[in-house]
């Protein structure tokens, strides 16, 4: 398969479900920082003992965001999607709260 035809099969699938694929993915890379921000601020008011509501509900939304605008925009995406996009984020979330317990546990550690 060519570059040239597989890029048409992929822009393909976006029109097919409503889905623009750069879009997807602008927002997917763009929400790298916001999370590894929020992330960082989560940290450090739970080690500070201060309540991480907000920077929680950041880094979950930041997390997600992606996958918000597939639900928003994204019209008669097949269920298998769903399904497949359900056991990622709930693999990535059980791997994010791993990693910021023992960040916020590790209180000697400067922050990275």
Not at 10 to 16: E, M, P, V, Y
Not at 20 to 27: E, R, V, Y
Not at 36 to 53: E, Y
Request: glycine share 10%; charged share 15%; net charge positive.
């Amino acid at each position: 398969m060519s570059w040239e035809a597989a890029k048409a099969w992929f822009l393909g699938l976006g029109a097919q479900y409503g889905v623009d694929p750069l879009i997807f993915g602008a927002i997917y890379v763009g929400a790298i920082p916001f999370f590894l921000l929020f992330s960082a601020w989560t940290v450090r008011r739970l080690r500070a003992g201060r309540p991480a509501t907000l920077p929680i509900i950041g880094t979950g939304i930041s997390f997600v965001a992606a996958y918000l605008y597939l639900a928003i925009a994204g019209r008669g995406i097949p269920w298998w999607v769903w399904a497949v996009l359900a056991a990622f984020i709930a693999a990535g979330a059980y791997s994010a709260v791993r990693d910021l317990r023992k960040k916020a546990a590790v209180q000697d550690e400067p922050l990275r």
